[in-house]
């Protein structure tokens, strides 16, 4: 759950994410711009996760510092320095290496000895009394599970009751992906130096990163002229997609919807995304489901028009709407695979969700006008892979569903990934543990179709949908907690983010 002072953190958070394996030449590019060393950009990261400490911790006396043989242990040898000036008492252990260190941590840790400091093995006792743990071990290198000494340090930090500062990435999290192939520290706050890496905002992250800063080092007027590969969207970003509404509008400007799915028993599946259409301000709604539900829809949403499946009522529906979506509920009977068949004729705006995923990766095909939003299970069947892998990178296995099936792909998941055929990446940076409840799925693809119905792009669509939907979780969140939350509990929150000129 995140709570008010995470939000406000969140909105200072950047908004380009570059991968980890561009940060070493990233950081190169800007000290050779700027005229500055490494070692002086180490000093700021120092710098920068000493005053995060102090202010986070103002009353931490007794810090234990655990530092890696790597720049990532070169930024611990700095904080150990400023912190023992500061007048702090400070245990540092360090993991030897039987390679060099880079010149900038040998310099720190030159300096952290000139300073008369010690530095202790990695398998040195614990101080009895420690009220900081800095975690300085591993950084955004990582590409497998930590192996000794570092292992057990991460399983020591984890079981110890002192608050943790991860410095760039919680050591044994990855940078590249937010997989965790073997230990990992638990973070109560992670600082990224320069950027936000991936592996911070998607993946595992959400259970090791804790309360996530992130600090440029003094490059931001730098870094402003880069185009980072990926981009961070939250909140704070949905006025850039959803405008006051002109004062003259009609209904016939904000889209007329269609929605297919709903088989005989799964009435509610297509009842909440259509709800979640018009309360994100869709103009109008049509939806052809099973007759049985007929009834249900009608006095649950009167607002919605319902009708019975037939492949004529199909065909003219399909010639009156603007927007497409197919499959909440649906199954996968032969009625529903008639009507994915007409719907994927259709050259509209479309969005494919849930059994019609299931459908098309049976008979798979590409197509540039289509929006699909699988969570992991459906997307390990589009790609015919394990759960296991999608979840191992999930910016790769959206941008590979992407190449392969065409249009916008929307990777469900802690921190959803968005990736079109045509490049675009982005990760949604909202969202909570209550919507791992039934139902939230059917209501997000309400919103992204919506949206597709208000003018815009597929994948301006999904972005904003993607933030709508886990914003309005989080409200809910902050009002009543995360467990026992229902997809129908976002409806009430839904109109403060599609106005978010309301939210200033």
């Not at 929605?259 to 599946?269: L, Y």
């Not at 709604?285 to 009708?307: F, H, S």
């Not at 509920?329 to 695979?337: E, I, S, T, V, Y």
Request: net charge negative; with cysteine.
């Amino acid at each position: 759950m995140r709570n008010q002072a995470v939000d406000a953190n969140a909105r200072s958070l950047p908004h380009s994410v570059w991968p980890a394996q561009a940060m070493a030449q990233l950081e190169q590019d800007a000290a050779d711009s700027l005229g500055l060393t490494l070692y002086e950009l180490m000093q700021r990261a120092g710098q920068a996760s000493f005053t995060l400490a102090r202010q986070s911790w103002p009353e931490a006396g007794h810090w234990l510092i655990l530092c890696g043989h790597g720049n990532n242990g070169g930024d611990g040898y700095v904080i150990a320095r400023l912190a023992q000036a500061a007048g702090m008492a400070v245990t540092l252990l360090a993991c030897e290496g039987s390679r060099p260190l880079p010149d900038e941590a040998r310099q720190a840790r030159e300096a952290w000895l000139d300073a008369g400091g010690e530095i202790h093995a990695a398998d040195s006792p614990w101080p009895e009394q420690v009220d900081l743990i800095v975690d300085a071990l591993l950084g955004t290198g990582l590409s497998r599970a930590p192996a000794a000494p570092y292992a057990p340090l991460i399983e020591a930090i984890n079981q110890h009751t002192a608050p943790v500062l991860a410095i760039d990435v919680p050591s044994g999290l990855l940078a590249t992906t937010g997989a965790t192939p073997g230990a990992a520290v638990v973070a109560s706050r992670t600082l990224s130096m320069i950027a936000l890496k991936p592996g911070l905002l998607t993946g595992k992250a959400r259970d090791h990163v804790g309360e996530l800063h992130c600090d440029t080092l003094g490059l931001d007027a730098w870094l402003s002229g880069q185009q980072a590969p990926v981009r961070r969207y939250a909140a704070e970003h949905l006025t850039r997609w959803l405008k006051p509404r002109q004062a003259t509008s009609h209904k016939g400007d904000h889209g007329q919807l269609l929605i297919i799915g709903g088989d005989s028993g799964t009435a509610g599946a297509i009842r909440m995304t259509g709800e979640a259409a018009l309360r994100s301000g869709a103009g109008l709604v049509r939806v052809l489901t099973q007759a049985d539900n007929i009834g249900p829809l009608i006095t649950a949403r009167p607002e919605l028009m319902v009708d019975a499946f037939t492949r004529e009522k199909l065909h003219n529906a399909l010639a009156w709407a603007d927007v497409v979506a197919i499959g909440p509920g649906m199954g996968q009977r032969d009625w529903a695979q008639q009507a994915l068949q007409q719907v994927a004729a259709c050259e509209k705006p479309m969005l494919w969700d849930a059994d019609a995923l299931n459908l098309l990766a049976i008979n798979p095909d590409n197509r540039q006008n289509r929006i699909i939003t699988p969570h992991p299970g459906e997307a390990a069947r589009l790609l015919g892979v394990k759960t296991s892998e999608i979840e191992h990178d999930r910016l790769q296995a959206a941008q590979n569903l992407a190449r392969r099936y065409g249009g916008v792909v929307v990777l469900k998941g802690a921190g959803t990934v968005i990736a079109s055929a045509a490049g675009d990446i982005a990760i949604a940076d909202v969202g909570n543990a209550g919507m791992a409840s039934g139902g939230m799925g059917d209501t997000l693809s309400g919103i992204i179709a919506a949206l597709l119905g208000q003018q815009l792009s597929l994948f301006e669509a999904a972005c904003a949908g993607c933030v709508v939907h886990g914003a309005a979780a989080d409200a809910v969140a902050r009002q009543h907690g995360t467990r026992g939350m229902l997809a129908t509990d976002l409806f009430e929150q839904l109109w403060q983010f599609v106005n978010p000129e309301m939210m200033q």
